[in-house]
């Protein structure tokens, strides 16, 4: 078992220490003689949880009372459609960054509600990256502007945010909590949390009041901001379990920390195997240095029959999850806030192995 290292992009691996405390208070949650998965969601265990859950974020990432931090079902996609539906009104147009493949469903379901104004076109770029902050084109009175912080699946990342007249909303997926944020610049983050937060079925969803309360009224209960904040992300059931793990999480890494304590640690990890790639020719990075994600290390070998051969024996190495996206091919090693540094070295060390076999 502890050979086996997993590079999993989301569902992704979690601390080992978060996974032991859970299946040890599994049965029986703190004496209540029930596992916290059977309390109901109004009782004294889970509210504590939910309280504590949402503490450790605000703590965390330094957010202010202004916003509301949310727990929410139906991952980020969902947050695709709640967006413009809540934000988006007649007449208006909503900016939107194309970086990738991520933003680009973002804003196929902003267009299924108005109108899109493309302020930035990366996707097609080669090496991978995501637009410069200060060469946005920006629509004049725009309901918001929309980015995507890291393309989990090229490898992209902003390393600076725009400054914008329009709120910002940002899909924070696949970075959340692995490096500090001036959180005041957006008006609303959001983030599945099944890469850095815990296990799939929850969102998390840091919203300005104020900006909530100008969101359409016109919808469905259940898809507005408001309804989420009046009813302390309580509306309706809430993904209990998973909200459970995103407390114990949240808890590691206050324990660890913090996010500048682990963005150091981020920075070393992903720095060892750029390193690695650039001194050699063998293998090259499928991100533009200056954009390279911290999190999902993308990287390419000289044929794709090769990049098949190196996914192949690392897993049978017990390198778990190397494979490229589908949609793109190549290698990616997900190394979130939970992976451990001896990971990271073991991939070096089969990376020199394969290169000295096959280059
Ligand atoms: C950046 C980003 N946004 C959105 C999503 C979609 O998340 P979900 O599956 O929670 O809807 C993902 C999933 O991998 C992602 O990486």
């Not at 379901?109 to 080669?126: M, S």
């Not at 290390?297 to 192949?312: G, R, S």
């Amino acid at each position: 078992m502890s050979d086996i290292y997993n590079f999993s992009a989301g569902p992704a691996i979690l601390p080992k220490e978060v996974l032991r405390q859970a299946q040890e208070e599994l049965l029986d949650y703190e004496g209540s003689g029930i596992s916290i998965m059977e309390s109901s969601h109004r009782g004294a265990e889970y509210s504590a949880v939910h309280e504590e859950a949402q503490a450790n974020f605000r703590k965390l990432l330094s957010v202010s009372d202004d916003y509301a931090i949310l727990f929410l079902q139906g991952g980020a996609s969902h947050q695709f459609a709640m967006i413009p539906m809540n934000f988006l009104g007649k007449g208006q147009i909503a900016d939107y960054t194309l970086s990738g493949s991520w933003a680009k469903k973002a804003i196929a379901e902003a267009k299924n509600v108005g109108q899109v104004h493309l302020a930035a076109d990366t996707d097609k770029d080669r090496p991978t990256r995501v637009p410069s902050p200060d060469a946005l084109d920006l629509t004049d009175d725009a309901a918001y502007l929309h980015l995507t912080s890291n393309e989990t699946i090229s490898g992209a990342q902003w390393k600076a945010f725009p400054d914008s007249e329009a709120p910002i909303i940002a899909d924070m997926s696949s970075d959340i909590l692995s490096r500090t944020l001036d959180v005041s610049k957006f008006s609303l983050i959001y983030a599945g949390a099944q890469k850095n937060m815990g296990p799939a079925g929850v969102a998390t969803v840091v919203i300005r009041k104020d900006l909530a309360e100008q969101g359409a009224k016109d919808l469905p209960s259940i898809l507005r901001y408001q309804t989420h904040i009046d009813g302390d992300s309580l509306y309706h059931t809430p993904p209990c379990f998973s909200i459970y793990i995103v407390c114990l999480v949240t808890r590691w890494l206050l324990t660890k920390g913090g996010v500048s304590a682990m963005e150091k640690i981020n920075e070393e990890k992903a720095g060892a195997l750029y390193s690695a790639i650039d001194a050699t020719d063998f293998y090259t990075g499928a991100a533009d240095r200056a954009h390279r994600s911290l999190m999902n290390v993308t990287f390419n070998l000289p044929t794709p029959d090769l990049e098949a051969q190196f996914a192949k024996e690392a897993d049978a190495a017990g390198l778990k999850g190397l494979k490229g996206h589908r949609s793109v091919g190549g290698l990616r090693a997900s190394i979130y806030n939970a992976f451990p540094r001896e990971g990271v070295d073991a991939l070096l060390t089969f990376m020199a192995d394969f290169e000295k076999k096959n280059g």
